[in-house]
């Protein structure tokens, strides 16, 4: 018997392009455009951008307030049709909803995010987003820390989570004022300082609510009880 020959079906050359191959062609050409030249991200503007995830790109959303630093930022990584409803399920299967509040390095960010980016992303794979993304929670906290001159010492007070990273410093700038002249001598043999620090999800009830009470009213009540 003889063996068929196959080949695969494809556009015969000189012939136009139907609607949905040419849509197809259209946005890999843009996909390629926007990643040869993306669009500066300018820190501050709240506009969302393109990060890289592994081999892949995806769409992050800056958390307000947390969106002017140079080094770091705070971001929510969502759906690439985000804010529609189907993207919204279909993100929350994929993982996407579930990250919450991450730091993102802006050495990480390839620019503001364009729709054209969409098909690089998890999603358009139908994939979920990896356990580790390489971006920790963005949490904050505040390490009332008393120190001996060796460097040896212990955690006094611990303030958060704090939603915001200007949060935390101004409250560590309210309790160093606090200290202000009188941080080496209100421990004996100990310096003690306020300083910002990552909020420990997993040791949480070691923490001190910020919002609850005044902060330096938690710092007096600390140092008494260090001191009675």
Known sequence: MTPRMFRR????????????DQAVVDAFRAMLTAVRNPEPWTPGRTQDVAVRIGPFIE???PRPGDDHGTDQIAVALVHPDTPHAAAYL???????????WLRCETTAILGAWQPAYAML???????PLPDDVGMAPAHYG????????DGTGYTLLRL????????????????????EGKAA??????????????????DHES????????????????LAGVNA
């Open 9 to 20: 079906c494809g556009t015969v050359p000189g012939t136009a392009l139907t609607p949905e």
């Open 207 to 222: 923490y001190a609510d910020p919002y609850e009470a005044d902060v330096t009213a938690l710092l007096a009540d600390a």
């Open 185 to 202: 001598t209100v421990i004996p043999g100990f310096t003690v300082t306020a300083k910002n620090a990552p909020f420990h999800v997993s």
């Open 121 to 127: 992303t998890h999603a358009a794979a139908g994939l």
């Open 59 to 61: 769409r992050a959303q």
């Open 142 to 149: 505040v390490h009332v820390e008393a120190r001996r001159s």
């Open 160 to 179: 958060g989570p704090y939603t915001q990273t200007w949060l935390a410093s101004r409250d560590a700038d309210r309790l160093n004022t606090e200290l």
């Open 90 to 100: 279909h993100g929350h299967q994929l993982g996407y909803t579930g990250k919450g």
